[in-house]
């Protein structure tokens, strides 16, 4: 259905912000219609299925500890978890570091681990129960510095920081400097202490169509690429719709570009390569981190947490690395990662997604304006934080500010950090 001459409220972008906008304005009682130029809707959510496979773009997960998860049906995504932790390989031999207070079993692993000894251990642990228990403003008040540095102070030790930490972090942040906001840091480090990882049993994408379908019939129009807008009125390749409202809920750079000033972009950007074995090496669900020195942040079996991802029984393998990569470049080095010969590894896919996040270094804004005046409301990871967290968060704050303007109460709960 083509869209309408005059809508109440216009959303550009299907994301998750997007459709964290529409659907509480929608839930509300107002005349919403959304717009995108893709044709389906979950924005940088996206899977696609190669061979039989369920293949995302690039390697991305569900954290349950957000709190904005609270707006999602999560039975329905059916989600297949990773366990809390990784494996790490230290001269060729892999351990496995767990969340000992999930998999009690694996303490002793965990214990033996070259992360510094049962010191540096405690030192992680303390930093865990702060991020995961301290109150989120007390975080958020806290002296901002590098994550690096945060995690220096805290004691966590050098072994700890380059076995581990900065391999795993550089594969939730897509940058291994360690430059992010320690608050930041201490937001993504309190979901995983608070919450599991887990895939959708249909893929990264199912999470933006589940939100989708709450619209209203007609009134996601897909395929349709906005070229202007302003407070009053969209504009697309199709025609014009005037509005009282326009949310510009598109990815960072388009964002800039539809509104003149704004200040938004996403540096980071992440390349995976996806691999099929003929059986999981792993006897558990784990991220495989990438060794100093090597070009992988990791890899990981991830049809080990959601069987789904494979029709028949083999494993799928996303290997990540921050710099852009050719498969052949890191063959060896994924092969190694999981001690599997590399004419195992039969070769399916490989994306780089550039845009892929915006950066959260120091001074963290977590809150920008996302109201720009005379109708015109901007939304998206860029103005929260750069999540699947910080796009719904943000796409919240925005269906306030869009009914403040409209004048209406709603049925808008928090929305989290
Ligand atoms: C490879 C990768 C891994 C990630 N891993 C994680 C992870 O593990 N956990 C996590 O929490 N987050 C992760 N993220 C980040 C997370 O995906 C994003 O923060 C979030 O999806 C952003 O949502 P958004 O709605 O703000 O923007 P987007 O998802 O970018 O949505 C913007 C929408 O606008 C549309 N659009 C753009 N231009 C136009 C136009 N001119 N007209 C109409 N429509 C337009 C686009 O088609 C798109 O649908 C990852 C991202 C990537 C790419």
Known sequence: MSLPSRAEVVVVGAGLAGLSVATR???AGRDVHVVDAAAAPGG????TRIDGFLVDRGFQVLNTGYPRVADLDLPALDLGFFWT?????VDGRAH????????????VDTLRAPLGGPLREAALGAFSARAGYLPVPRLLSAPERSAEESLRRAGVGEQALEAFLRPFLAGVLLEDA???????LDLVWRSFVRGRVGLPAAGMQSIGSQLAVRLPAGQLHLGVRVTAVDGGSV???AGTTDADAVVVATDPGTAAALVPGLDAAAPRQVTTHLHVLPASPWPSPLIVLGQPGGQLVNTVVVSDAQPAYSPDGRALVASSTLAP???ADVRSEIARAHDVAEADLEHLTSVTVTGAQPAATPPLQHRRPVDLGGGLFV????????????????GARTARAVLRRLGGSAPVAGEGR
């Open 379 to 394: 939304c998206g990871d860029h103005r929260d934080t750069p999540s699947i967290q910080g796009a719904m968060a943000s």
């Open 235 to 237: 504009r697309t390749e």
């Open 85 to 89: 932790g990784a494996v790490l390989r």
């Open 96 to 107: 496995r570091v767990v969340d000992p207070r999930r998999h009690p079993t694996t303490v």
């Open 44 to 47: 940088r959510l996206s899977t």
């Open 178 to 184: 360690l430059e992010t906001s320690s608050r930041y």
């Open 325 to 327: 990569t050719r498969e």
């Open 25 to 27: 304005l929608v839930a």
